[in-house]
């Protein structure tokens, strides 16, 4: 049965970095996986993340999840280091690539890429869809699980993607932005000063 499961939200539009995100994947991925592509229709990143976070939880032979963007390419060797960090027995994975929103405390990945063993996605949950489109989903991901003593994590120590950036963040307006902050900050009360 495959073991890796690899999530991609995506959206209308973005057919073409879609493409090349698969063939960085069929391209530099020895280990047999399935890919859950995860249509938002702008509906919200955290909707379509959670397309594939739910067949994770209800397939039990997926051992780890790989979430990416679909603007994102993969590079030889990433398997194989995030594996490690799996082994070393890490909850949750960022790529160097992936930097933090500067000032922010470093309990949190950016999850345009994160990996998780299955076990983390079975106990913490979906994301939280209250959170529109994107932004904020992973710092309340990541709070969620430090809360459930899942809090272990880590960036690896290069970079194992391409990314293009903001390809589909860029199509968000001002009051979606504030909308998901003004969420995040009524949710977290007095946790979210420290990210905000």
């Known amino acids: 049965m ?3 499961l690899i999530i991609i939200p995506t959206v209308p539009g973005n057919e073409e970095v879609l493409q090349k995100c698969i063939k960085s994947i069929f391209k530099t991925t020895k ?3 399935n890919i859950v592509i995860g249509k938002n229709n702008f509906i919200g990143s ?3 993340c959670n397309q594939g976070l739910k067949y994770a939880i209800n397939n039990k032979e997926v051992e780890h999840v ?3 963007n679909d603007d994102i390419e993969m ?3 990433w ?3 995030y594996k490690e960090k799996l082994d070393e027995g890490y909850d949750i994975i960022g790529d160097n690539g992936m930097h933090r929103r500067p000032g922010r405390p470093s309990e949190h990945m950016a999850m345009c890429i994160v990996m998780f063993p299955a076990i983390t996605v079975r106990i913490v949950g979906l994301l939280d869809e209250g959170i529109e489109f994107g932004e904020w989903e992973d710092i309340d991901y ?7 003593g899942l809090g272990k994590m880590c960036q690896l120590e290069r970079a194992y993607c391409r990314h293009k950036g903001s390809h589909t963040m860029c199509k968000m307006s001002k009051e979606q932005k504030q909308a998901n ?7 977290w009360g007095k946790i979210s000063e420290i990210y905000v």
């Not at 990541?142 to 459930?148: D, V």
């Not at 902050?181 to 949710?187: A, E, G, L, S």
């Open 31 to 33: 280990e047999d996986f």
């Open 66 to 68: 790989l979430m990416i």
């Open 142 to 148: 990541c709070i969620r699980a430090k809360n459930l």
């Open 181 to 187: 902050k003004d969420y995040f900050i009524k949710k």
């Open 75 to 77: 590079l030889p060797g």
């Open 46 to 48: 955290p909707y379509g």
């Open 2 to 4: 495959t073991k890796l």
């Open 79 to 81: 398997y194989e280091a």
